[in-house]
């Protein structure tokens, strides 16, 4: 069993190619909560569903969220009637949302809605969620300003600096049922490349993730999301640096050291593999950029290689 840990969009794009090297009933993605938020009383679960829509074949590509072909007729009328439109929600995208925050008002954990959902959506891969409980990534600005994630990330565009990130329910957070055991008995965990302070961060910060992983870190591989220091999508390298990180594979390495025993790179990143190692992290250097399923694929067995689970 390999277990991922995994954000949105890069860690969607990674399992894809893991499924097609290893199979589904192989993996277990264990998924950032953090960025979940509650619009018009419905309750939203981006990475979740990124992940759950990519391994259906539904996702939308060019957006790597929410769903391909999607009608945006709800959105128009919310408009015209002058209510908040910044975080969109498609037509098909609201039955995932209805269903969700239904099945969680007439008692169904996250855990139980989720696996509901992926089978209706006929997804191969066991996803979990990292918790039940409420966990909600908040950010806090330079300019004083603490906003939830989803604000952060779409409303300001992640166009402002940030100074402190927090995990709002975290220390009350308990995992969720079959995670531990995941992590416990996979024969990898594979840290997928994503955002490693918004989307790996909320997922260490769940009481008992971080011991299970200090225990497993000969088994542990992560995939760097930086290529040549830059991350392909999203703010991770601006984050990194203006939470006072260095925005460079060696500077996950330094992060994630104390649990993770092996870092795949890009070839771009070469030279950052002695700093790589001197972090008491053997690196692997391999193209890491995924533009295809194929190159997600390979990508996923040279990770499982790095590890020698292959
Ligand atoms: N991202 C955007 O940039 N703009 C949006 O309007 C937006 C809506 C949205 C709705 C549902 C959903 O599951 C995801 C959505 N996202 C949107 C992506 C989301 O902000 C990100 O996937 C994550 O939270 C970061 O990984």
Redo the contacts with the bound molecule.
């Keep these: 069993m390999i277990v991922a840990l995994c954000?949105?969009?890069g860690a969607a794009r990674l399992l894809r190619g893991m499924e097609r090297a290893v199979g589904g009933a192989s993996i277990t993605a264990v998924v950032n909560t953090g960025?979940d938020t509650e619009r018009f009383g419905l309750h939203?679960s981006?990475?979740l569903?990124?992940v759950m829509y990519t391994l259906a074949g539904r996702v939308d590509d060019g957006r790597g969220?929410?769903l391909a072909g999607e009608t945006w007729t709800v959105m128009d009328a919310l408009e015209e009637l002058g209510g908040p439109t910044?975080?969109?929600?498609g037509d098909t995208?609201l039955a995932t949302h209805f269903l969700r925050t239904e099945r969680l008002a007439t008692g169904a954990t996250l855990t139980e809605v989720t696996a509901e959902l992926c089978r209706s959506f006929g997804v191969g891969p066991r996803l979990l969620p990292v918790t039940d409980d409420r966990l909600r990534t908040m950010v806090r600005l330079r300019d004083g300003d603490e906003v939830p994630?989803?604000d952060y990330?779409?409303r300001l565009r992640h166009a402002v600096p940030v100074s402190g990130v927090r995990f709002d329910g975290a220390g009350a957070a308990r995992p969720g049922p079959a995670v531990l055991d995941a992590l416990a008995s996979a024969d990898t965990i594979v840290v997928c490349p994503s955002n490693p302070v918004v989307?790996i961060g909320p997922l260490l910060a769940v009481p008992g993730v971080l011991d299970v992983l200090r225990h497993r870190r000969e088994s542990v591989v992560g995939i760097s999301p930086l290529v040549g220091g830059a991350a392909l999508k999203g703010p991770a390298d601006r984050m990194m640096v203006e939470l006072g990180g260095e925005a460079s594979s060696a500077g996950i390495a330094r992060g994630y050291a104390p649990w993770m025993g092996t870092l795949v790179i890009d070839e771009t990143d070469a030279s950052d593999a002695p700093d790589v190692e001197a972090a008491g992290v053997r690196c692997h250097v391999a193209p890491t950029v995924m533009t295809t399923v194929d190159a997600a694929a390979r990508l996923s067995e040279t990770a499982l290689a790095a590890v020698g689970s292959r």
């Excluded at 910044?86 to 929600?89: G, T």
């Design positions: 954000g949105g969009v960025d939203v981006p990475d569903d990124t969220w929410g910044w975080f969109r929600l995208d994630f989803q990330f779409v989307s």
